[in-house]
């Protein structure tokens, strides 16, 4: 690729984006014009000068920390289709190879042999085709040696039987969407921990389930993007439309694809695409979106454009607090709800489980904190999850209220919470993964009328549920036109 062209494509969500870092980019960017060259085209032959965001984006995977030491070990890199993903992994992975000092092992790995071939075979052909390159490596069918450093570029896929005693250097991980599980991801990033510094890319597109190991670095890297979450060592740029988008809109497309500003992916290929193609495909492919087992339960854009960032929790109104509390696999919310005039302000704290499962004690304290800040009226949670940190919560003098999630409080709660956020009077901050969370609930018809649920999806929705409550109860008092207590009592006369 050279292409005289300048793109400014920024990534819709990026850990750190052309900044003053030190970074190893740049030597990067000239190791590809000096070493490797155009495949395809009138150019081909010629030196591969990589355009502006690729450029951009390699200085910012290859940035230092003030140490030192290379600020990302771990990143994610989401493109849609016919953005050059192969050709950026083979840089990465040749530089690594050549570059990475002695005894380097690099690795193209993904789900199946035959896409691990991919990035190996883009960089076996230009080692072939550069005269300096060929001139210190040896080719073989899975692997590519430098008999001077003993370093070795290898293939590795996930059906096959897993090597030990990995100790990776570089790793370039294509179409993460496809991994079944977290082995091979885990066997690699814990293999390079003897290494001073590693790095680990996976370079992919979306896919549908959030709940698959893309999916779960996908929604980590959002939080670590948005400042929700600390992610140190992780990078992650990812070009998408915005969700729930009009497919149409051209201008989306560009977000999603870098290519299409400098010529490089036609537009009017892609407009065929979108007649010829489903809209599910559409949208994963070519807008690099998540795509949902089902349609959401809000019409689509209301939550999405619901943010209003001029206003926050006032520490004089009384605020409602729900809680769902989660099993050791699900995420836990906490969304607070505040009335302020004609409108609910509303925040939302999401938990996901580590390792050794959720910090219930984490949970706890945020909860406390939330009671000396606040005006807290209530603390609205369902006491099957939750009893026994509720009690010592209550005990502290938080005012902890039960809430069941049965089907006579949800299906009433659920329908005061669609009719308040269709008719625009919930807003928010625009938290990513609250907006995702609220946006993955599916309707579920029972006898009684509708409630919240997964549906066939994986998605997390605790944020959902939560924001549910807390409008029930924030509202309740507004609808009674009474006091939290009198609710108390009425809803316990009413069953």
Partial sequence: MNID????????????????????????????????????????????????????????LYARDESGM??????????????????????????????????????AAAGDRQQARVVFDEARRQVANSPALNGVCKIYRDAI???????????????????????????VFDELHVQKDDELWDALTLG???????????????????????????QFGKRVAGGEEPGKYFGFWWWQAVDECDASDREQWRAANPNIDIGLLDVEDM??????????????YRLNQFVRAQDSWLPAGVFESSVRLDLELSADLPLFVGVDMALKHDSVAVVCAQVQDKLVVTRAKIWYPQV????VAEVESYLRDLHLRFNVREFAYDPAYFQRSAEQLLDDGLPMVEYPQNRGRMIPACGNAYEMIVNRRVVHDGSPTFVDQVLSAAQRMTDEGWRLSKGKSRRKIDAAIALVIALDRATMVTRLNTTPDVVNIWESSNG
């Avoid at 921990?193 to 996908?218: E, F, K, N, Q």
């Avoid at 050794?356 to 910090?359: A, E, F, Y």
């Fill in 5 to 60: 062209v300048v793109t400014t494509s920024r990534p819709t969500w990026c850990t750190s984006w052309c900044d003053d870092a030190v970074t190893d980019g740049d030597a990067v960017v000239d190791f590809a014009s000096t070493f490797l060259h155009v495949e395809k085209g009138v150019r081909a032959g010629q030196p591969l000068v990589l355009v502006q965001w690729q450029a951009d984006l390699l200085r910012a």
């Fill in 70 to 107: 290379r600020r990302y070990r771990r990143a994610v890199i989401g493109l849609g289709r016919k953005n050059g993903k192969s050709l950026i992994g083979s840089v990465i992975a040749l530089h690594g190879l050549i570059e990475g000092g002695h005894g380097a092992e690099v690795y």
């Fill in 145 to 171: 040696a430098v008999p001077a450093t003993g370093s070795v570029f290898r293939v590795l896929s996930s059906d096959a039987k897993l090597q030990q005693g990995l100790n990776p250097s570089t790793v």
């Fill in 192 to 218: 390079s921990g003897a290494r001073v510094d590693p790095l680990i890319v996976a370079i992919t597109t979306a896919g549908y389930d959030l709940d698959s190991l893309c999916g779960r670095l996908y």
């Fill in 271 to 284: 407009a065929l695409a979108h007649h010829q193609t489903s809209d599910s495909a559409f949208r994963r």
């Fill in 356 to 359: 050794s499962g959720l910090d």
